[in-house]
Nanobody, 125 residues
């Protein structure tokens, strides 16, 4: 699977952005998907994930503001981001795995064996 993230940009605090990740391959529906982000000088951190059976997971810092969704027919996964804050500024990466995820592993890098190239999100105050 190859992943291509897009939709990043510059937005004012309180605004919204929608990130998209396009996946190649015909078996995308069998992959769990996720978004991570990495701010300058910080480690990459988990943002949101969706399993093949429809379970969704969010980092506490984005819960209630971000929504992950997928369209298996179009091989895409999206991240709708609302009420953006300057601390949301980061490069956002989409990731996928066919290994399965659990509540214990979903927020770590380890389950994900496919990564996109990243898209920059900058939130100005």
């Amino acid at each position: 699977v190859q992943l291509q993230a897009s939709g990043g940009g510059l937005v004012q605090a309180g605004g919204s952005l929608r990130l998209s990740c396009a996946a190649s391959g015909r078996t995308f529906s069998s992959y769990s998907v996720a978004w991570f982000r990495q701010a300058p000088g910080k480690e990459r951190e988990f943002v949101a994930a969706g399993s093949v059976i429809g379970s969704v997971y969010y980092a506490d810092s984005v819960k209630g503001r971000f929504t992950i969704s997928r369209d298996n027919a179009k091989n895409t996964v999206s991240l709708q981001m609302s009420v953006l804050k300057p601390e949301d500024t980061a490069v956002y990466y989409c990731a996928a795995t066919n290994r399965g995820i659990t509540a214990a592993t979903v927020r770590t890098n380890s389950p994900y064996n496919y990564w996109g190239q990243g898209t920059q999100v900058t939130v100005s105050s």
